[in-house]
């Protein structure tokens, strides 16, 4: 997206380059508390204190780069889906944003359900203590051993991807002489981006199954007919960091006339809609997010509307938010290193992680802020793009963003809304040690996934 270009300070000059960033806050120092978990404060010294502690305190304890992720912060956000959603809905927390034991635990104890789309993730799950009922399994692609440990587990649901998967889940829950509960996941030809949506017939992607040429009508008569399947409902997950409603909207509409089809051919109706989840968060102060409450009455009046106009009743609506709950909840600690003055064009800083703890900025262009936290600056606003120290040119951690212009070597600067889509996706690129995530909340801090080792880099490699 393209942006006002109104940089001041005294390293840029009259020729800028094109860039999509904002001009500088008014006064850099001041956290906007759209886009840092809910307990970022900044103390009398004008450091950032996260959970009653002060940044120099965590990045000597805990090193960095990590990442900080402010728990009473998180359980809030779970309390206040669950309290915008009610007891006629449910909201499954999307394990893949980030999941770890910890998390399950907070979740379970918040009255969460949970996503998992991989082995990996149900056992991490199970092993928590997640009662399997309350997890929904998910992915395009799952091997028989995963969905024969997820039905023996007991899972609540199966979100059935393709055709194929239909029988082959039906014969393994036959298999254990079991009746699996399962949905449906439909493509209802909507494409929703962060501030607009695409409403096609086709659908040009690995997900789910047509709505269109009548193939979802065709994989409900499949699983209708088969023994080892209890069809509970229909799935709909439209995309991510999506702001306007309008997609659901159309999303919804389909689904329902849908169930309405069913209900005709069948004479069925089925008792559940998921609508996936998608919501997005502030990773700048230009967005503008929803409020749980918000969305939750949006999407019941959606579904109500649509149903009286089918006469349906109204099915128990589930929704799957990941990043507009763990995202907002953290934050990346990393060290300044060097800093390159590109005189007229930019400021390169370069901190001592990157790519491999967050992708989000090389692979899908994503936009970051970013705000020096070990003292606050009277000094002129710089424009910077903040790099990683790995061997990429695109090794880009934020893109365009102004910091105080006397940044130095070994001040800290924190990226904000990292708590989504960043420790879940980081790598090993460049033999890199993935950082740790340390829970803070009232003035104790507890590594709940603890940094990558150099014997941890040598253990997997057998030699
Ligand atoms: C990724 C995904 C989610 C969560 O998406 P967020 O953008 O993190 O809310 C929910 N449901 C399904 C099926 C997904 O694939």
Known sequence: ?????????????????????????ADLNVLDEKVWSRTVTRDADGALAVGGIAVARLAEEFGTPAYFLDES??????????????????????????????????????????????????????????????????????????????????????????????????????????????????????????????????????????????????AVRRALSLDGLELIGVHSHIGSQIFDMAGFEVSARRV???????????????????????????????????????IAKALSDIVTRECEAAKLRTPRISVEPGRAIVGPTAFTLYEVGTIKPLEGLRTYVSV?????????????????????????????????????????SGDIVVKDAFLPADLAPGDLIAVPATGAYCRSMASNYNHALRPPVVAVRDGEARVIVRRETEEDLLRLDVG
């Open 352 to 392: 001592d992680g990157g790519m491999s703890d967050n992708i989000r900025t090389a692979l899908y262009d994503a936009e970051y802020s970013v705000a020096l936290v070990s003292r606050t600056s009277d000094a002129e606003p710089m424009l910077v793009r903040v790099v990683g120290k790995h061997c990429e």
């Open 73 to 218: 912060d998180f359980r809030a956000r779970c309390r206040a889906w669950a309290d915008a959603f009610g007891p006629d809905a449910d909201v499954f927390y999307a394990g893949k944003a980030f999941l770890s034991r910890a998390i399950v635990r907070w979740l379970k104890e918040e009255g969460l359900n949970l996503d998992v789309c991989s082995g990996g993730e149900l056992t991490t799950a199970l092993d928590a203590g997640m009662p399997a009922e309350r997890i929904a399994f998910h992915g395009n692609n799952k091997t028989v051993a995963e969905i024969e440990r997820a039905v023996e587990a007991g899972v609540g649901r199966i979100v059935l991807d393709s055709f194929q998967e239909i029988v082959r889940v039906a014969h393994i829950a036959q298999r254990h002489g079991v009746r699996q509960r399962v949905q449906i996941r439909v493509t209802v030809g909507v494409e929703a981006h962060t501030h607009e949506f695409i409403a096609t017939a086709h659908e040009d992607q690995k997900f789910g199954i047509a709505l269109a040429d009548g193939q979802a009508a065709e």
């Open 256 to 294: 329902v006339q849908l169930l309405a089809e069913i209900r005709d051919e069948h004479g069925v109706e089925l008792p559940e809609i998921d609508l996936g989840g998608g919501l997005g968060i502030a990773y700048t102060s230009d967005d503008d997010p929803r409020e749980p409450h918000e």
């Open 1 to 25: 997206m393209s942006r006002s270009a109104h940089p001041a300070g005294p390293r840029h000059a009259d020729v800028l380059p094109e860039g999509h960033y904002s001009a500088p806050a």
